[in-house]
């Protein structure tokens, strides 16, 4: 067959465009390769490196006896849960979740639900703020009166934004313990706040679980 000059030039433009083809290929998989890197890169430093480190707990050392009081800041149904949860320990209590300073008076360990509800405050009657100052006012009470405070997040990741937010952290600054479900503190705030005041913290799984840290909590007090 005789191969012409125009065949030649349909030949070698053929091959080029072959080449470049496998240039763009080559080219656009080391972009791929590099930005999956890159984001996996960026994923790992936006994790709570804290957070990581915990593994489930249910044992804490404190000092927590009769009689207790369970209250809410932030008016959501976890204060019911709590109460729940408590029931199935065998321990008596108290169960007030509009609790004032003149009731936690008489206790020794306040236990305290964090996090908010709106629909839960509006049932109430009570604005965010006035629920704040009430939340603020116990806290220093406790402080006063040496009342051991548990501070338990057990409504998980649902339980939180900018609302509960200001509730859990009125609860769990100042508190002697921390109890948490491990969903809620995806961001670290429990577990943070824990490890720079050296607050002795439980962080568990699920709710469930929360009750075999308060049996232990309040065993052979």
């Given at each position: 067959m005789k191969i012409t000059r125009n065949s030649k030039g349909i030949v070698l433009a053929i091959v080029l465009c072959m080449l470049s083809m496998s240039l763009f290929v080559g080219c656009s998989g080391k972009e791929e390769s590099q930005a999956d890197q890159q984001e996996a890169k960026d994923q790992e430093v936006t994790k709570p490196v804290e957070n990581q480190e915990v593994q489930e707990n249910t044992e804490v050392e404190i000092k927590a006896?009769?009689?207790?009081?369970?209250?809410?800041?932030?008016?959501?149904?976890?204060?019911?849960?709590?109460?729940?949860?408590?029931?199935?320990?065998?321990?008596?209590?108290?169960?007030?979740?509009?609790?004032?300073?003149?009731?936690?008076?008489?206790?020794?360990?306040?236990?305290?639900?964090?996090?908010?509800?709106?629909?839960?405050?509006?049932?109430?009657?009570?604005?965010?703020?006035?629920?704040?100052?009430?939340?603020?006012?116990?806290?220093?009470?406790?402080?006063?009166?040496?009342?051991?405070?548990?501070?338990?997040?057990?409504?998980?990741?649902?339980?939180?934004?900018?609302?509960?937010?200001?509730?859990?952290?009125?609860?769990?600054?100042?508190?002697?313990?921390?109890?948490?479900?491990?969903?809620?503190?995806q961001d670290g705030l429990f577990t943070n706040v824990a490890k720079e005041k050296n607050i002795p913290i439980s962080s568990v799984e699920n709710i469930g679980k929360t009750a075999e840290t308060f049996k232990q909590i309040f065993s052979n007090k």
């Open positions: 006896e009769q009689p207790i009081l369970i209250t809410s800041f932030g008016q959501s149904a976890d204060a019911a849960m709590l109460k729940a949860v408590m029931g199935k320990t065998e321990v008596e209590f108290e169960y007030n979740t509009l609790a004032t300073v003149e009731d936690i008076a008489k206790v020794k360990t306040l236990i305290v639900a964090v996090g908010a509800s709106s629909k839960g405050l509006g049932a109430a009657g009570i604005k965010p703020e006035e629920e704040l100052d009430r939340a603020k006012a116990i806290m220093k009470a406790a402080k006063e009166n040496n009342i051991t405070v548990i501070a338990a997040h057990i409504g998980g990741e649902s339980r939180r934004g900018d609302l509960s937010d200001q509730f859990i952290n009125v609860g769990i600054n100042d508190a002697n313990c921390i109890v948490v479900v491990k969903s809620g503190d």
